[in-house]
């Protein structure tokens, strides 16, 4: 009896040591101090789009940012509706859904871009606004130079 409650001990301890000893398959979900990058999916995907993430502060003047926010919209390839530059805002068309850049002065050298869709759905592919964003962004360091006129 007692070499069978021996034997036992040992057969616990070994199983034991094997499920400590052996490597733990796990995937990290969650990790904080990770940065999100939205991927292609999510970019294009229409979603609902809170306001914060269509605005956004730059530190030049209104100006160079409502160039190359006009810049932008082109490289994206989206239909330019109307343009004015003395009040600052852009009306294009994106994915047969409208929208309104804006260029607000908050200083000498601040401004800000609001992007926004002219009916008050926000219901659309984030990446519209997170391209002419990111447009700028890559650009902002980039000399504007007058083109001269041609008689």
Request: proline residues 5%.
């Amino acid at each position: 009896m007692e070499r069978i409650i021996s034997y036992f001990k040992y057969l616990i301890l070994f199983t034991g040591l094997l499920v400590l000893a052996s490597p733990v398959q796990c995937e990290e979900t969650y990790m904080p101090s990770a940065v999100y990058e939205p991927n292609i999916s999510t970019l294009v995907t229409p979603q609902n789009v809170s306001f914060d993430s269509c605005t956004k502060e730059y530190s030049m003047n209104q100006e160079k940012l409502y160039y190359l926010t006009i810049a932008a919209i082109n490289a994206n390839r989206f239909e330019v509706e109307e343009l004015q530059s003395k009040t600052g805002y852009i009306l294009f068309k994106a994915v047969n859904k409208e929208f309104l850049a804006t260029i607000v002065k908050l200083g000498v050298n601040k401004s800000m871009l609001k992007i926004t869709p002219t009916n008050n759905n926000y219901y659309f592919a984030p990446g519209i606004v997170l391209n002419i964003f990111k447009y700028v962004d890559l650009n902002l360091n980039e000399e504007i130079t007058p083109i001269k006129k041609v008689n």
